[in-house]
């Protein structure tokens, strides 16, 4: 699992969501509008489903932990979106910065 940092909040999400969500975030444009993305959490050991607004200048920081990696309904489904959308992104010449 890793925390995620997102403004002054702590989640908990798998290894491949934080992963998905920092590849998509650095691949916004600085330009572009703010977009919502949906991922599963932990948050106060319960599992969420968090709503991030994000761009290309959010900060979000994400930490390893030693909590095990647990499976979270719908995390399949999220980096699948998350990791279509950088796709997207690269795909029209605005890949990783």
Do not use: F
Request: charged share 25%; aromatic share 4%.
């Amino acid at each position: 699992m890793k925390a995620l940092l997102y403004a002054g909040h702590e989640l908990l999400t798998t290894d491949e969501v934080a992963d998905a969500l920092l590849d998509y975030v650095v691949t916004l444009p600085l330009n572009q509008p703010p977009e919502r993305v949906v991922i599963p959490a932990v948050r106060a050991g319960s599992p969420v489903v968090a709503e991030l607004v994000v761009t290309g200048c959010t900060p979000v920081a994400a930490t390893t932990t030693d909590d095990p990696d647990t499976s979270l309904e719908g995390e399949e489904y999220a980096v699948q979106v998350l990791r279509r959308k950088t796709e997207r992104l690269a795909g029209l010449g605005l890949g990783l910065r």
